[in-house]
């Protein structure tokens, strides 16, 4: 008998609980796993010792339905990058030491790129040091911008919620009879997974939004302004759908601060503002620019069906790789068919995917750059099915919840 450890990292989604849901269910059902423990803060729990026992937090099968349903990470995240450890090793022996006096054998770390860095660094240290304790990550991110995956947990939903707040801008921006521009800035910092998917609303026979740019497209300010004119001759209130981060004509990056955080990405926001200034002052029509902004992350109350079993399954089954003797692997979706869709869960190697991003493909962005193409909505459309049934108490969504 021996005990596991789990961790969550880096931005908060909608299905990042439902992930640890699973990896708890995983463990619970497997009779050499003894203890279950979250290391608060994600990696930096398992440097400073701090862990739970989740045994004694989930204790019932309602518990664990609550905190699937519950959006962002109740165990805490961070942002922290390891160093090298054949520069400085004083992390990893804290952790070594930390998860040897609580007898763990096992860690899974629930994140995005940046945490897959934390996955292949510590499996690295342990196989060199001769230490038997297997590491599996499990991925996590809206953005949708891991490598050797077909999608990420907490992608789906997040698609769902642009995708129904897209459409609710939509009826409000036709209500007047004067002509309007509504540019709708989404995350995305070099891969345009996210605002790509608003074309899902075309299934339902809807044209917006009518332009859609992405970080993957070459980004000109004139080319904009004549595509937000043409789309005028068609549409009264014309819908652009932007990704936060585009490059704009010789800008190398988008439009960010000179802030980073620890693992050197810079901090993006503005570029729906700057399109909103420079369209008024040449088409001449009402215009608003409206950022998502974190609501994109963890909107729980319209989380899709699939992705939130999709997160809780991938986080199972990544249990069920380490007890085969699995380690220094991520786990992955690998789609068999769109329609009827079905996938399967593999493992993958962490160092094909870490420090790595998956870029929209280019050939799914039309010719002229200001749109996706039918394959993107099929591509889109099975990830965002189902709706999830959330407990409601005095009218409002009930949430898991540890401590205050």
Known sequence: MFNIAVA?????????NSSLSGVFSGASSCRDIDGIYGSINGIEGAINGNFIDLTKILTSEYDIDLLKKTPSTILGSCRYKLK??????????KIAENFRSHD???FFYIGGNDS????MKLDAYFRETGIDIKVIGVPKTIDNDVMN????????????????????IIRDSRVYSIPSVTIVEIMGRDAGWLTASSCVLRANGEPAPHLIYLPEAPFSTDKFL???KEAQTRYKAVIVAVSEGIRCENRQTGFSSELTDAFGHKFLSGVGKYLENITAANVGCKVRSIELN???????????????NEAAQIGSAAVEAAMNG????????????NNPYRVEILSSDIKGIANMEKKFPTEWISKDGNNVTTDALNYFLPLIQGEVHPEYRNGIPVHFRLGQ
């Open 8 to 16: 969550q990292s880096g931005g908060p989604t909608a299905a990042i």
């Open 84 to 93: 090298d450890y054949n520069e400085d090793s004083s992390d990893y022996e």
């Open 104 to 106: 763990i054998k096992a």
């Open 116 to 119: 897959m860095d934390t996955v």
């Open 149 to 168: 995956t077909d999608h990420t947990p907490g992608f789906g939903s997040a698609a769902k919620y642009v995708a129904a707040t897209l459409q609710e």
């Open 226 to 228: 004549a595509d937000v």
């Open 294 to 308: 974190v609501m994109q992350r963890c909107s729980s109350h319209i989380a899709s069906l699939t992705d939130i």
């Open 326 to 337: 699995e380690s220094g692997k991520m786990m992955v979706f690998h789609r068999i068919s």
